[in-house]
């Protein structure tokens, strides 16, 4: 009596492992249409190509976990190849091997319709692919030869490199695929569509040419009008010429007046003839033209028996909550100064005015004035520079910045060097330097952010990695305040995960994380937002770099800034490491020093 029950049991584990236990996970919502892209494909109309031009297109320089490469993984393809091999794979794809008349070969891989979640666009077309397979062959965990000719048609999609048989120079498969034909059936005479380049960046008042390409295929040979559609006000898009017949090739101007706002359009170029219709996508990036540029510097000043005024800032992170009181402890001879107000209350975010005044006979020079702030439970401090100036100074005589050729060496004896401006605990500290200092010193200076965002990003594949996604968790809900612009404002973050193949025991320089940023930029991964600091948290086994500086042990995090095409890059580079709350309490500080000194520490 208990045999039947074993068996019913036996099956349903068999059917629960079947549904859940064997399905995809890299790429995988990529793979089966239920990313965030998906809706972007148009699944009513195949665009004709080859296996020699789809493995012959560039390898991407990286390759996103959870969204698409346009317009490559956003285009309908269909092809006619051989069948040579056949496979069913671990995760329950059928892993298909075709090859052209060259013998380049591709993989195209059919998903079990059991693991494509409910709603994805791609789930009929993967079930009718997974019977008309099914209904030819019976697939089994060895591969079985074929050699039969076939029509695939399907959404390509470029895959990591891990030895695959079949597998294209670059990685890319048709996956999945949505209908497969066997037999000789001769493909109807169609063309494809292609721009050169898909991304462009137009600064307002400028132009920029794009190269439209049509191939034509199986002996088309039909006229095709060229259109576009998507593009904003105040850019104008002209073809030249404006009708082509494959294969040829036309070229699309695109201009944009001052009137353009900046930012990302999505432009779809379109060509009709023959009775078919096919479309390319270009992104293009608006950035506004500056109408040249300016240096500002300042500095307080002061004359012997006169006065000064600045601003004190205060910020708070966690859960602190307390009363800040304001001092000058150790004034230099001849210098006073007052708070207003001299306490900053609860929770402690906000700002102080700080008056100065010196005695007529003040020597001229540079001073150092030492700020501390105290709570019940912690004491932080910070250096204020003045120059006070010679009678026959006014502020209005303070030289511009210049760059001198020695740098630190041209700070005379007695004065402050950078490399001393410590606090109370021999931490590095930003201050508000002198015009004069500035001059010696040779460093970035400038306004607080107001209102600034927090973006995280975990570069890396590690950060994907089981054992580090607990880290990732706690540093993705970093708690900042930042009480500059007359009120406390949190700064909620934003993450995404950027899977750059980074070697391991690698060493990463600050001119690196730049070249990393640049590229998410152009490659529109990283979108540009007004006052946004972007916060980059590296992987295990990746060493940080700034200059003959060495992260871990000469700094726990650091935040600078550089000029792109995209406009100014404010950003914080934390390393990995081992002691988590210390990693998390670094970022956090850097958060803040960058939002009161966006143009980096002093």
């Given at each position: 009596m208990r045999r039947p029950t074993?068996?019913?049991?036996?099956?349903?584990?068999?059917?629960?492992?079947?549904?859940?236990?064997?399905?995809?996970?890299?790429?995988?919502?990529?793979?089966?249409?239920?990313?965030?892209?998906?809706?972007?494909?148009?699944?009513?109309?195949s665009t004709p190509n080859t296996i020699a031009r789809l493995t012959a297109l560039a390898t991407p320089s990286s390759i996103p976990p959870t969204s698409r490469i346009q317009p490559t993984e956003t285009t309908l393809w269909s092809l006619n190849a051989t069948l040579t091999e056949y496979k069913l794979e671990g995760d329950s794809d059928i892993h298909l091997v075709i090859v052209d008349e060259n013998g380049s070969s591709m993989i195209a891989e059919i998903p079990d319709p059991n693991c494509v979640r409910t709603g994805s666009s791609f789930a009929s077309g993967i079930s009718n692919a997974r019977s008309q397979f099914t209904s030819q062959f019976t697939p089994s965990s060895s591969f079985q030869t074929a050699n039969v000719p076939v029509q695939i048609t399907g959404i390509a999609m470029f895959d990591f490199l891990h030895g695959q048989t079949g597998v294209a120079p670059n990685g890319i498969e048709i996956h999945p695929v949505t209908n497969i034909v066997f037999g000789n059936s001769p493909p109807n005479p169609d063309f494809s569509i292609t721009t050169s380049p898909t991304s462009v960046l137009l600064n307002t008042g400028t132009s920029a040419s794009v190269s439209v390409s049509l191939n034509g295929l199986a002996g088309f040979n039909s006229p095709v009008s060229l259109s576009v559609s998507g593009a904003p006000s105040g850019i104008t898009a002209t073809f030249n010429p404006s009708t082509v017949t494959p294969t040829g090739t036309g070229t699309l101007m695109l201009a944009a007046d001052r009137s353009v706002l900046p930012g990302n359009y999505s432009l779809v170029v379109s060509g009709s003839g023959g009775g078919n219709s096919h479309s390319?996508?270009?992104?293009?990036?608006?950035?506004?033209?500056?109408?040249?540029?300016?240096?500002?510097?300042?500095?307080?000043?002061?004359?012997?028996?006169?006065?000064?005024?600045?601003?004190v800032w205060t910020s708070v992170s966690g859960g602190f909550n307390s009363d800040i009181s304001l001092s000058t402890p150790n004034l230099p001879t001849g210098i006073s100064a007052t708070f207003s107000p001299t306490t900053i209350s609860a929770p402690g975010a906000g700002s102080s005015a700080i008056s100065l005044s010196t005695d007529p006979a003040t020597p001229p020079g540079t001073y150092a004035i030492n700020i501390t702030a105290s709570s019940a439970t912690?004491?932080?401090?910070?250096?204020?520079?003045?120059?006070?100036?010679?009678?026959?100074?006014?502020?209005?005589?303070?030289?511009?910045?210049?760059?001198?050729?020695?740098?630190?060496?041209?700070?005379?004896?007695?004065?402050?060097?950078?490399?001393?401006?410590?606090?109370?605990?021999?931490?590095?500290?930003?201050?508000?330097?002198?015009?004069?200092?500035?001059?010696?010193?040779?460093?970035?200076?400038?306004?607080?952010?107001?209102?600034?965002?927090?973006?995280?990003?975990f570069l890396g594949r590690a950060w994907t990695d089981t054992p580090n996604l607990g880290r990732k968790a706690s540093l993705s809900s970093l708690d900042v305040a930042t009480g500059l612009c007359g009120t406390s404002h949190r700064l909620p973050p934003?993450?995404?995960?950027?899977?750059?193949?980074?070697?391991?025991?690698?060493?990463?320089?600050?001119?690196?994380?730049?070249?990393?940023?640049?590229?998410?930029?152009?490659?529109?991964?990283?979108?540009?937002?007004?006052?946004?600091?972007?916060?980059?948290?590296?992987?295990?086994?990746?060493?940080?770099?700034?200059?003959?500086?060495?992260g871990a042990k000469d700094y726990l995090a650091y935040h600078s800034h550089f000029h792109s095409d995209y406009g100014e890059i404010h950003y914080v580079v934390v390393p990995f490491s081992d002691n988590a709350q210390l990693e998390r309490s670094a970022a956090t500080r850097s958060v803040l020093e960058t939002s009161l000194n966006p143009e980096g520490q002093w």
């Open positions: 074993i068996f019913v049991l036996l099956a349903v584990v068999l059917l629960f492992s079947r549904l859940f236990g064997q399905c995809g996970v890299e790429r995988w919502q990529v793979k089966t249409g239920t990313d965030s892209d998906a809706g972007s494909v148009n699944l009513s109309s390319a996508a270009i992104n293009v990036t608006v950035a506004t033209t500056p109408p040249g540029d300016f240096a500002v510097s300042t500095g307080l000043g002061m004359l012997p028996g006169g006065s000064a005024s600045g601003t912690a004491t932080h401090s910070a250096v204020l520079g003045i120059a006070v100036l010679g009678a026959s100074n006014s502020l209005r005589r303070l030289p511009p910045t210049t760059r001198g050729a020695t740098g630190e060496k041209e700070l005379q004896p007695g004065t402050i060097s950078a490399t001393e401006l410590k606090d109370d605990d021999d931490a590095s500290v930003s201050f508000v330097p002198t015009e004069s200092f500035l001059q010696k010193a040779r460093r970035h200076r400038g306004g607080g952010l107001c209102d600034p965002q927090q973006h995280h990003i934003t993450n995404q995960t950027e899977a750059t193949a980074l070697t391991s025991n690698a060493k990463l320089s600050d001119l690196g994380i730049q070249a990393q940023l640049a590229r998410m930029l152009k490659d529109g991964h990283l979108k540009v937002a007004q006052n946004t600091i972007y916060v980059v948290f590296l992987p295990p086994g990746i060493q940080s770099t700034v200059g003959l500086a060495v």
